[in-house]
């Protein structure tokens, strides 16, 4: 895989602009993650984004996967003013499970998910290349 980066763009932070695969290997798609493994929902964004992601790497390590395989992320969040105020919870929680990997990311903010517990729910999709 190679990140796409035109050398006169800015860097971009905590994401990437693309992701270019060539060869081989097996795509895994993830449905949108939100809350733990047993369905609770801490109360705050930067948690629901910490458990969102531990569910997400959880299963990217079920398919053989890790952070470094992830290609593309999808953010869906219900409030742009709690995204903000817990950035330094969220940048813990990114450090804590996807370490220095920063895949092309898009963030929506919408009106709510379908447990109106949820925050945020996260899509996935990684690449795994093969032999």
Excluded: C
Excluded at 46 to 63: C, D, S
Excluded at 77 to 85: G, P, V
Excluded at 93 to 99: C, I, N, S, Y
């Amino acid at each position: 895989m190679r990140v796409l980066q035109p050398a006169e763009w800015s860097k971009p932070r905590g994401f990437s602009h693309g992701i270019e695969i060539d060869g081989p290997g097996r795509w895994i798609v993830l449905a949108g993650q939100t809350g733990d493994e047993k369905g609770e929902y801490p109360s705050d964004m930067a948690g629901q984004v910490g458990a969102a992601l531990r569910k997400i790497i959880k299963l990217l390590a079920e398919a053989g996967a890790g952070p470094q395989n992830i290609v593309r992320l999808t953010w869906y969040l219900t409030s742009r003013s709690e995204y903000e105020a817990a950035g330094a919870g969220i940048g813990a929680a990114w450090r804590e499970t996807l370490g220095k990997n920063f895949p092309p990311s898009t963030l929506l903010y919408i009106v709510g998910l379908v447990d109106e517990r949820a925050k945020v729910e996260i899509e996935v999709t990684a690449f795994v290349p093969g032999a």
